[in-house]
């Protein structure tokens, strides 16, 4: 089976040059191990010593030195918007308090949809419009596993 040897960022390669290509959710793009097959059925092995986030339009370098391209699959999505830029960051800080993930997407904020933030998110003042489109939120800190603060 081939392996992934290394990662091209997207926009930092010639997408057309792809001998294939995955598709993948969120949270299959953020992974140490994974075996993978191709929509024109190349098998590959990703192994990496630690996790790694996957962006759409990235390339999976093999082994043979062939490229498959990592497709972001459309989720969906809720697409947030403020009277300003402070609501804006009014409405992060809410999210994040909730360990909502989240991607940034110009001047918006952008989740999974959820009715309970949703709802609070409305109640907040925000504008929601819904969207199925790939999902690449922002990467957790790297203490993220050491949460000191509580919630009571």
Known sequence: MKR???IKAAGDWAAASAVDRVT??????????IALTGERGTQFLLDFAKPVTLHDGDGLVL???????????PEK??????GSALDTVR???HLG????DVQIAGDKIRIRRD?????????????????DAPF???????????HWHDHA
Do not use: T
Not at 63 to 71: E, M, Q, R, T
Not at 77 to 82: C, G, N, P, R, T
Not at 97 to 100: C, E, F, M, T
């Open 4 to 6: 992934v040897s290394a």
């Open 24 to 33: 993948l959710d969120a949270g299959d793009r953020n992974r140490r191990r």
């Open 63 to 73: 082994d043979d030195g062939s490229i498959v391209l990592v497709a972001g699959e």
């Open 77 to 82: 999505l809720i697409e947030i918007s403020a």
């Open 91 to 93: 409405l992060a800080w």
């Open 97 to 100: 308090n909730r360990h909502a």
């Open 115 to 131: 009715h309970v933030l949703e709802d609070m998110l409305r109640r907040l003042g925000a504008k929601l419009s819904s969207l």
């Open 136 to 146: 690449d939120p922002e990467p957790a800190s790297p203490s993220h596993e050491h």
